[in-house]
């Protein structure tokens, strides 16, 4: 009995004890930080709002001394101008923040900080007098030199980058507007010099009318300059910058551009020339070869002599003349004298003929789909009169049309030409097509087809419709 009475007062003073020292370090707390509270990444145990401030303002952004920071204006001609934060009185403080911080924190709750630290994120908060910023802007040099000038040049010159209208007349800064860049840099501190351009704050001057007539030419040439072309014929892109247009224009003796009588610019043909032939290389699609996946799997390329697109270079030419001297962006598709079926892999589109000669094979394809197949025999390759591998297409129809070559005159029902005099006809000669009758009592050159078959697909074919040819 005594024994557990001894054990009882020795738990008892234990917890009296704890909790005394407990009381005590939750004491220790009172007006501190928790011990696990982690601001910015920074231990901030023990430390006071206004030690923790200190402490924070300066690791935020090392080497920054607030009131030391300086604002750099920077203008045109190499103008530079300085104000210093302990001008108008500029500082950083993380106070408020802090104070938001520790007042959610109660000193009993120290063991479960430093069970579980709490981490924050704190930006400082720059103040400084507004209106002494104001007042030392409107006393910068800058700002006050002389509004007037006595001595005024006003002309058109040109460089690298092309030409620009050079004048002497002095801008008059906007000050408000500097004052509003500077209030903004200021929001977003972080360096100890922070630069200001003044670039966009001057006020645009008027040009004096005695050169009204050097202004509104530049005007003109501005407006090319500005353009721009954006053509697109997918899968082809290609862009026309107003820059390029600009060194087209037909200068004088003055190196000017010139205008003609309806007051407009005149571009010179001559150095449009080398665009337009790029123009035409990138978007024609006549001539070339042309790949193509055969019936066994096999690719073999051929010749492209089916009608492609081919740019109007002199129609082009005018095109950009007015879209040039009209101004602004437009996108459109270059000026063809002809226009193809498609463009890359879809140069044949959906809907084509194919003539496998190893085969002796032609399939007609609509919208992709095999719709009409025969077999056929073509040119003799004993004699030489080999029916030509290529890409071509059917340029011309004929009912009852009589085929004519040396020594021979031969009527067919139906004539449909695909390369030169070289086309797909009825044969009602011949009773047995395909195989390889060809190699040594072939056609001229030509396609020959059964009748009934030849009907149907003169029926269905249309002039344009891509006809393949391989062995």
């Given at each position: 009995?005594?024994?557990?009475?001894?054990i009882?007062?020795?738990?008892?003073?234990i917890v009296?004890i704890?909790?005394?020292?407990?009381?005590?370090?939750s004491?220790?707390?009172?007006?501190?930080?928790?011990c696990?509270?982690?601001?910015?990444?920074?231990?901030a145990n023990?430390m006071?709002?206004?030690?923790?401030?200190?402490?924070l303002?300066?690791?935020?952004?090392?080497?920054v001394?607030?009131?030391n920071?300086?604002?750099?204006?920077?203008g045109?001609d190499?103008l530079?101008?300085?104000?210093?934060?302990s001008?108008?009185?500029l500082n950083a403080d993380?106070?408020?923040g802090?104070?938001e911080?520790?007042?959610?924190?109660?000193?009993y709750?120290?063991?479960?900080?430093?069970l579980?630290?709490?981490?924050?994120d704190?930006?400082p908060?720059?103040?400084?007098?507004?209106?002494?910023?104001?007042?030392h802007?409107?006393?910068?040099?800058?700002?006050?030199r002389?509004k007037e000038?006595?001595?005024?040049l006003?002309?058109?010159r040109?460089?690298?980058?092309?030409?620009y209208?050079y004048?002497?007349?002095?801008?008059?800064?906007n000050?408000s507007r500097?004052?509003d860049k500077a209030?903004?840099?200021l929001?977003g501190i972080d360096?100890?010099v922070v630069?200001?351009?003044?670039?966009?704050?001057?006020?645009?001057h008027?040009?004096?009318?005695e050169?009204s007539?050097a202004?509104?030419l530049y005007?003109?040439?501005e407006k090319?300059?500005n353009?721009?072309?954006s053509?697109?014929?997918?899968p082809?892109?290609?862009?026309l910058?107003?820059?390029t247009?600009e060194?087209?224009?037909?200068?004088?003796?003055?190196?000017l551009?010139v205008?003609?009588?309806?007051g407009?610019?005149?571009?010179?043909d001559e150095?449009?020339?080398?665009y337009?032939?790029?123009?035409?290389?990138?978007f024609n699609?006549?001539?070339?070869v042309?790949?193509?996946?055969?019936?066994?799997?096999e690719?073999?390329?051929?010749?492209?002599?089916?009608?492609?697109?081919?740019?109007?270079?002199?129609?082009?030419?005018?095109?950009?003349?007015e879209n040039?001297?009209?101004?602004?962006?437009l996108?459109?598709?270059?000026v063809?004298?002809?226009e193809?079926?498609?463009?890359?892999?879809d140069?044949?589109?959906?809907?084509?003929i194919?003539?496998?000669?190893?085969?002796?094979?032609?399939?007609?394809?609509?919208?992709?789909?095999?719709s009409?197949?025969?077999?056929?025999?073509?040119g003799?390759?004993?004699?030489?009169?080999?029916?030509?591998?290529?890409?071509?297409?059917?340029y011309?129809k004929?009912r009852?049309?009589?085929?004519?070559g040396?020594?021979?005159a031969?009527?067919?029902?139906y004539?449909m030409a695909?390369?030169?005099h070289?086309?797909?006809?009825?044969?009602t000669w011949r009773?047995?097509?395909?195989?390889e009758?060809?190699?040594?009592?072939?056609?001229h050159?030509?396609?020959?087809v059964?009748?009934?078959?030849?009907a149907d697909?003169y029926?269905?074919?249309?002039?344009?419709t891509?006809?393949i040819?391989y062995?």
């Amino acid at each position: 009995m005594k024994a557990l009475k001894i054990i009882t007062i020795v738990l008892t003073s234990i917890v009296f004890i704890t909790a005394a020292g407990y009381g005590v370090i939750s004491c220790y707390y009172n007006n501190k930080f928790l011990c696990g509270t982690y601001i910015n990444g920074h231990d901030a145990n023990a430390m006071s709002i206004d030690r923790a401030n200190d402490y924070l303002v300066d690791s935020y952004l090392p080497g920054v001394d607030f009131k030391n920071v300086t604002l750099m204006f920077e203008g045109r001609d190499g103008l530079t101008e300085t104000i210093k934060g302990s001008d108008f009185k500029l500082n950083a403080d993380m106070t408020k923040g802090l104070d938001e911080i520790l007042s959610s924190q109660k000193p009993y709750e120290w063991l479960m900080y430093a069970l579980y630290p709490f981490k924050y994120d704190l930006a400082p908060e720059v103040t400084y007098d507004k209106e002494i910023l104001r007042e030392h802007i409107e006393e910068l040099e800058c700002v006050n030199r002389p509004k007037e000038q006595k001595d005024v040049l006003v002309e058109i010159r040109k460089d690298r980058s092309g030409y620009y209208l050079y004048d002497d007349i002095l801008d008059e800064l906007n000050t408000s507007r500097i004052f509003d860049k500077a209030c903004a840099a200021l929001d977003g501190i972080d360096t100890a010099v922070v630069r200001i351009d003044l670039s966009d704050c001057y006020i645009k001057h008027d040009i004096p009318e005695e050169y009204s007539e050097a202004a509104s030419l530049y005007d003109k040439i501005e407006k090319v300059k500005n353009s721009c072309i954006s053509y697109e014929d997918a899968p082809i892109k290609y862009r026309l910058d107003g820059k390029t247009a600009e060194a087209w224009l037909k200068t004088g003796s003055d190196g000017l551009p010139v205008l003609d009588e309806t007051g407009n610019l005149v571009f010179d043909d001559e150095k449009m020339q080398g665009y337009l032939d790029y123009l035409a290389k990138a978007f024609n699609s006549s001539g070339g070869v042309f790949e193509w996946k055969k019936k066994n799997g096999e690719f073999v390329t051929l010749k492209n002599t089916m009608q492609g697109f081919e740019v109007d270079k002199e129609a082009e030419s005018e095109k950009i003349k007015e879209n040039m001297l009209r101004g602004g962006r437009l996108t459109r598709t270059p000026v063809y004298s002809k226009e193809g079926k498609g463009r890359g892999k879809d140069i044949i589109g959906k809907t084509y003929i194919e003539v496998d000669m190893s085969a002796q094979k032609l399939y007609y394809y609509v919208n992709g789909q095999l719709s009409m197949e025969s077999d056929v025999v073509t040119g003799n390759l004993a004699r030489g009169n080999g029916t030509p591998a290529k890409l071509c297409d059917v340029y011309f129809k004929q009912r009852n049309r009589t085929l004519r070559g040396p020594n021979y005159a031969t009527f067919v029902n139906y004539w449909m030409a695909v390369s030169g005099h070289i086309g797909i006809h009825d044969a009602t000669w011949r009773s047995k097509f395909g195989g390889e009758i060809y190699k040594t009592a072939g056609s001229h050159g030509c396609v020959n087809v059964p009748k009934s078959f030849a009907a149907d697909l003169y029926e269905v074919v249309e002039v344009g419709t891509p006809c393949i040819m391989y062995y």
